[in-house]
């Protein structure tokens, strides 16, 4: 498959401004100069936060429907897909420590499709699938804070509606603990397994590839054109991460450091890379030390930059790098 990247020219621009050797601020001088304002991508919306999620009703709810139809992820690539409420990835949902969720969930597809959230502890039959026209409800109390990942449940064909697009994050802020400021964004980390055909457009995965994990290409929440992320020199960035697969996501920021990563109750400090599972989360954060671009990248996949697989954040005018 041939894809022409638009993205290639900025990927290799942001490479080369992670080489920069110069010093960095300290932890305490960047902390001081971070803006709050949440981060978007093209197809992820800013996060509401923990103020505004823990300071609401303690009751959440979630109407989410199955929908069966073309996706554009970029790049002039279409993609016939299985999704919740018609988007890759799914929206984001976010709850409090303590709060009582209520997930609903709607069939409006041809197929029996279910719902799995890694972030409830619940009986498993809840998550079975329903028949198209149907729905379902669960209510469980989150209990434990993270990011999570939550998908399709189909029996023994998961997988292929999984690959297939039906797919998000969860976030579930700790009630007690106050995070510290930060420019918050979400970032789902998928991929299709399917080929194109000479207008761009891919029928379906392909239960072959998806079977052996041959991705055709992988994606930054859906999408092989994603733009630069705004950002400012001294920013404290908090990443809400999910690997959907497959393999391991070597969850690494060219030019920076992960000053601190939640994958639990104990942060690590100070980590070069970080491994991700497919279908594991955690909370990456790092600091913009200075004026440049640091692309986040996965290192074990970096064959796919030039699909677009690089999400830059970008301070200053990056004008003639490409989009």
């Known amino acids: 498959m041939r894809i022409r990247s638009a993205c290639f020219t900025l990927t290799l621009a942001a490479l080369v401004a992670g080489c920069s050797g110069r010093q960095a601020p300290s932890p305490h001088e960047a902390h001081a100069a971070t803006n709050n304002a949440p981060l978007r991508t ?14 609401g009703p303690r009751e959440k709810t979630f109407n989410i429907d199955v ?19 018609g988007r890759i990835p799914a929206p984001t949902l976010e709850a409090c420590e303590g709060d009582q969720v209520t997930i609903n969930l709607n069939n409006k597809g041809t197929t029996a499709h279910g719902l799995d959230t890694h972030a409830l502890m619940i009986d498993a039959r809840h998550y079975s699938a329903i028949m198209p026209g149907k729905s379902m409800t669960m209510v469980k109390t989150a209990d434990t804070p993270g990011v999570f990942m939550y998908h399709c449940a189909s ?3 998961t997988d292929l509606h999984i690959k297939s697009g039906i797919h998000g994050a969860m976030i579930v802020y700790p009630r007690k603990e106050q995070l510290r400021p930060a420019r918050e964004i979400v970032v789902v ?20 590839k998806a079977q052996k ?51 639990g109750k104990t ?4 980590v070069q890379t970080y491994g991700v599972p ?7 954060e790092f600091y913009i030390p200075e004026e440049g671009v640091y692309p986040f990248v996965d290192h074990d996949k970096l064959a796919y930059l030039s699909y677009g697989l690089a999400l830059p954040f970008a301070t200053g005018d990056v004008s003639g790098m490409g989009h």
């Open 155 to 157: 029996g023994p064909v």
């Open 189 to 208: 980390e998928d991929a299709i397994y399917g080929d194109r055909d000479e207008e761009g457009f891919i029928p379906g995965t392909n239960p072959v």
């Open 42 to 55: 093209k197809n992820m919306d800013p996060v509401k936060g923990q103020a505004a999620t823990c300071s």
């Open 278 to 284: 497919a279908g594991g989360g955690a909370i990456l």
């Open 267 to 270: 942060p690590l400090y100070g």
């Open 67 to 85: 929908i069966e139809q073309n996706v554009d992820l970029g790049m002039g690539t279409s993609f016939a897909a299985w999704t919740y409420n």
């Open 213 to 263: 994990n041959d991705e055709s290409f992988s994606m930054f929440n859906g999408r092989m054109d994603n733009d630069a992320v705004r950002v400012n020199p001294g920013d404290l960035v908090r990443m809400y991460f999910i690997n959907v697969g497959p393999g391991v996501a070597s969850a690494h920021v060219i030019g920076t450091v992960l000053d601190r990563v939640y994958d």
